[in-house]
T-cell receptor
Framework: DQQVKQNSPSLSVQEGRISILNCDYT??????FLWYKKYPAEGPTFLIS?????DKNEDGRFTVFLNKSAKHLSLHIVPSQPGDSAVYFC????????????FGKGTHLIIQP | DAGVTQSPTHLIKTRGQHVTLRCSPI?????VSWYQQVLGQGPQFIFQ???????GRGNFPDRFSARQFPNYSSELNVNALLLGDSALYLC??????????FGPGTRLLVL
């Protein structure tokens, strides 16, 4: 039973355009949501997080939107750059943080020149 | 500042053997978590340690154990290795609840 779902295994976007990565969750007890980027043979790199009490958080080219009623969040990357090509993971953290992150299966983002 | 470090980077073991993986946190981070990532999946939570005490445990068998030392570094031990234990093992540390920083991982192959 997957509590965090990334339904798009891959996404192709033209360089300079907006990349939108989506994530759905089922557990209403999640307090924080995080996005990670992962290159092959490396550990995940933290990108941005959002608290469940907010609906938007922005950091440079990255913006995360949270829709609690729909149990949906999205990561927007503007403008997309070739170095953004990687696997992106959505992760969620329950209150207290002791149970660790629950990850989706990831979306492979490909930025085309 | 050094990030999270893990050793070894790669490891090959045979079924039934024991393995110990090591993690050093970012300076000042007191919490260490371990994750297992198999191909095509997201990382799966194994353990969290804070101030040398186990604070959380994922759905893994008792063959998996861990500990944290006074300098906040940590070891993950896996006994009686199975083929299905082949995976990338990731360590993560944090200074705040909402951020976790991962190391490069240890790739374990069980033959």
């Amino acid at each position: 039973d997957q509590q965090v779902k990334q339904n798009s295994p891959s996404l192709s976007v033209q360089e300079g355009r907006i990349s939108i990565l989506n994530c759905d969750y089922t557990n209403s007890m999640f307090d924080y949501f995080l996005w990670y980027k992962k290159y092959p043979a490396e550990g995940p790199t933290f990108l941005i997080s959002i608290s469940s009490i907010k609906d938007k958080n922005e950091d440079g080219r990255f913006t995360v939107f949270l829709n609690k009623s729909a149990k949906h969040l999205s990561l927007h990357i503007v403008p997309s750059q070739p170095g953004d090509s990687a696997v992106y993971f959505c992760a969620a953290l329950p209150g207290g943080g002791a149970d660790g992150l629950t990850f989706g299966k990831g979306t492979h983002l490909i930025i085309q020149p | 500042d050094a990030g999270v470090t893990q050793s070894p980077t790669h490891l090959i073991k045979t079924r039934g053997q024991h393995v110990t993986l090591r993690c050093s946190p970012i300076s000042g981070h007191k919490s260490v978590s371990w994750y297992q990532q198999v191909l095509g999946q997201g990382p799966q939570f194994i353990f969290q340690y804070y101030e040398k005490e186990e604070r959380g445990r994922g759905n893994f068998p008792d063959r998996f154990s861990a500990r944290q030392f006074p300098n906040y570094s940590s070891e993950l031990n896996v006994n009686a290795l199975l083929l299905g234990d082949s995976a990338l093992y990731l360590c993560a540390t944090r200074d705040r609840v909402e951020t976790q920083y991962f190391g490069p991982g240890t790739r374990l192959l069980v033959l």
